[in-house]
């Protein structure tokens, strides 16, 4: 009859291969936990005192400590302090062994940053079913790093790849707008109804390709940490009003005006382009989710140290339920543009990142008589 | 003011040389000189002397830095207006410590775009002149 296996063989071990170190100056117990693992295929190195430990933690580099706590010399829980201390978060698990089982000194083993205990004399199962579990989470832990460092790589790769993509996406597209524009407008001779139609399409379609991948460009640069502000003193008004004057042009289609009223608020430090962003990117939502012929307003304000500005607009409001979604990449409500304008839902993600990025806030609230107010602060003394 | 110089312009995608010489014609009628790379624009200038340079920052061999540097140590006097995709505030830097005199962004609207360089030429020429029919007040 053949003999019943009470462990896995050691080709299925999880211990198998794994390395452990065992510290303890009493040569039998080496000699019991040496009988246990070596079995499971583990590798296991002896040390009969705490600073042999230390010594040969570094060249043998452990996938866990079994370590005694009275040993001539420093004891154990000295030894795995200096153990945690020399290799960080590095360090592999350690395991107390303890001939008492008093809970004050399982607490001070624990608190010195062991991860368990094995009362003697050692019941070998328990034993095993212990190591096996602190190796097991040692394996996890180390896969679980592995596995962010590879995503992080693949994320920076993925970012590198967006930017790349869309810097050498932006030159034709610009190129393709402005010649459509060029055909449009007469420039280079007139064009029947049905060809201005269908270059006024083409205009339309590179326009929205274009800011799609201004944002995508701009998203990455964010997102892969490389987002420099360039600050300098300005006037927020001035720079506001500059946007407005621009976003009235624009407006004028649909019959809507952008009124800036600001109150005196110093200059602060910003940088310039970003800001402009912002400002731009809220005063064409206004216009694009508000009915023709509305009335955009525009404050500037000093408030508790902060310059607040507000813009308030006549659209629909946001929807209940959806207010989480404003701020987020691509999280666009339910709410449509009312003159067929695009939304890439990334506009509003960029300004929350490019205003915090300034130490500011974002937020946006319905008004209780309708529309609603997207109000972002800057800190006046940054 | 109607500016009547000669432009020379300097960019490796040819759509892109399309898209800013019919911007330059229609808006400033000049002579408008066009380059593919680096060293054809280098050429270019010392046989005609124009009065002005757009000039793209990111070209094969010789960039538009390295293009930059060299116009300006053998014509100290060029003015040249650099082309950017992008707003790498870095080498927008560099460029105008290596003396150019703004620079302006491709992908900007094209009603905007020629505003910029009117601006810019009406900078640049305010004092000195170019060939230009600009009407004098009575």
């Not at chain 1, 679980?144 to 967006?162: D, F, G, I, M, T």
């Not at chain 1, 400002?279 to 009335?295: E, I, R, Y």
């Not at chain 2, 053998?74 to 040249?80: G, L, Q």
């Amino acid at each position: 009859m053949m003999p019943v296996l009470e462990q896995p063989p050691a080709s299925t071990s999880i211990l198998k291969d794994r390395k452990i170190l065992l510290v303890d100056d009493d040569r039998l117990n080496m000699r019991i936990l040496a009988g246990i693992l070596r079995p499971e295929g583990a590798i296991v190195a002896e040390a009969n005192c705490g600073e042999a430990a230390l010594e040969l933690y570094p060249t043998f580099l452990p996938d866990l400590v079994l370590l005694d706590v009275m040993m001539p010399g420093i004891n154990g829980y000295q030894t795995c302090r200096q153990l945690k201390q020399q290799h960080g978060d590095a360090c592999a698990p350690v395991i107390f062994i303890t001939a008492k089982n008093e809970s004050d000194d399982i607490v001070e083993g624990l608190e010195a940053g062991g991860v368990d205990y094995l009362p003697k004399p050692f019941r070998p199962k328990e034993a095993l079913a212990r190591i096996r579990i602190h190796v097991q989470n040692r394996i996890l832990r180390e896969q679980q790093n592995q596995l962010v460092e590879q995503l992080s790589h693949a994320n920076a790769a993925k970012n590198r790849l967006l930017g790349m993509a869309a810097h050498d996406l932006r030159n034709p597209l610009a190129s393709i707008r402005a010649l459509s524009e060029f055909l449009s407008d007469g420039t280079v001779g007139p064009l029947t109804a049905e060809q201005l139609d269908l270059v006024g399409t083409i205009h339309e379609a590179s326009q929205s390709m274009l800011t799609l991948v201004n944002e995508l460009l701009d998203l990455s640069v964010i997102q892969s940490g490389e987002l420099k502000l360039y600050r300098e003193e300005h006037s927020l008004a001035d720079l506001i009003a500059k946007s407005v004057g621009i976003a009235n042009l624009n407006a004028a289609a649909k019959g809507t005006t952008l009124v800036f009223a600001p109150s005196p608020v110093a200059k602060i430090l910003l940088d310039e382009e970003k800001i402009k962003q912002v400002v731009a990117n809220l005063l064409s939502n206004a216009v694009k989710f508000s009915p023709p012929g509305s009335v955009i307003r525009i404050g500037l304000q000093a408030e508790d140290a902060h310059a607040v500005v507000r813009v308030r607009d006549q659209g629909p409001g946001i929807p209940a339920g959806e207010h989480g979604k404003l701020f987020q990449d691509f999280g666009r409500t339910s709410v449509k543009p009312t003159g067929g304008e695009q939304s890439t839902g990334l506009g509003l993600a960029i300004c929350k990142k490019l205003i915090e990025a300034h130490g500011g806030r974002i937020c946006a609230d319905n008004e209780p008589d309708g529309g609603c107010t997207f109000k972002f602060s800057l800190p006046l003394n940054p | 003011m109607k500016f009547e110089g000669k432009i020379l312009l300097v960019d490796d995608e040819a759509h892109i040389r399309k898209f800013v010489g019919l911007l330059l014609r229609k808006h400033f009628a000049p002579t408008v000189l066009e380059a593919g790379d680096g060293l054809a624009a280098l050429a270019i200038y010392e046989q005609q002397q124009p009065d002005l340079v757009l000039l793209d920052v990111n070209m094969p061999h010789l960039d538009g830095l390295q293009t930059l540097d060299r116009l300006r140590k053998a014509y100290p006097d060029a003015n040249v207006v650099m082309l950017t995709s992008l707003t790498n505030r870095q080498t927008v830097e560099e460029c105008l410590r290596l003396g150019a005199i703004d620079y302006i962004r491709k992908d900007t609207p094209k009603d905007e775009l020629a505003a910029q360089l009117q601006r810019i030429i009406e900078e640049c020429f305010a004092e000195d002149p170019p060939p230009t029919t600009a009407s004098l007040p009575p």
